[in-house]
């Protein structure tokens, strides 16, 4: 089925860093999103992204996180600066313009802030 | 505020036994409910899903049983598997007020299949 790749798959950084994660979304999907999910619990929505703008977040996208998507290649969320409480899997899912609902998720960036 | 509850937390069945998990919600304007299948170290993957006009969908194995009046309904496994054994997260969406709906997904149930 469609594939949605993430990249790093772990990293591990000191607080106060800025840390970027990378999705390449399914080919000809219009829309983005990037979830959190702690310790294998409830995925939380972050934020989505459709025609080059964020549409819609939720208050866990801190004014220290953003996103973008230059030029059609990677989705991305940056955080910077990172702190200890952004410990998460962060998963970015992307959907097609139909409005089907069905999101197709990556398998996820494990960041582990020190 | 959690818009979307699942129960039971974890749930542990015999092989060959039938698994149901529950999921409620609050949201009147919800209108699409898929459930996502995980395992441990991957992204969640859409197992079922569906939509407020109906109160059944079936796949295979896999059947959800939906109450728009009460607001819940229910993923049943029958026939249950050791590879069944994954986290399930019921999830919810109004698919029809926008075109940016996002998914709110409950808390997830952990099943475990013993054979």
């Known amino acids: 089925g469609p594939k949605v790749l993430q990249i790093p798959s772990h990293q591990i950084i000191d607080m106060g860093q800025m840390v970027t994660l990378n999705c390449d979304p399914v080919s000809n999907h219009l829309y983005f999103y990037w979830y959190k999910q702690i310790l294998g619990q409830q995925m939380e929505f972050l934020v989505n992204f459709y025609n080059g703008k964020v549409m819609e977040k939720s208050k866990l996208f801190k004014d220290q996180f953003s996103v973008e998507r230059p030029d059609g290649s990677y989705f991305t969320l940056k955080i910077q600066p990172t702190a200890l409480e952004d410990s998460a899997v962060y998963f970015c899912a992307s959907r097609s313009g139909t409005n089907t609902g069905q999101l197709y998720f990556g398998e996820g960036s494990k960041l582990t802030v020190l | 505020q959690q818009q979307v509850r699942q129960s039971p937390q974890s749930l542990t069945v015999w092989e060959g036994e039938t698994a149901i998990l529950n999921c409620s919600y609050e949201n009147s304007a919800f209108d699409y409910f898929p459930w996502y299948q995980q395992f441990p170290g991957e992204g969640p993957a859409l197992l079922i899903a569906?939509?407020?006009?109906?109160d059944k969908k079936e796949d295979g194995r896999f059947t959800i049983f939906f109450n728009k009046r009460e607001k819940k309904l229910s993923l049943h496994i029958t026939d249950s598997q050791p590879g069944d054994s994954a986290t399930y997260f019921c999830a919810a969406s109004g698919i029809a007020s926008s075109s940016f709906s996002k998914l709110v997904f409950g808390q997830g149930t952990s099943l475990s299949v013993v054979p």
């Open positions: 569906i939509r407020s006009v109906s």
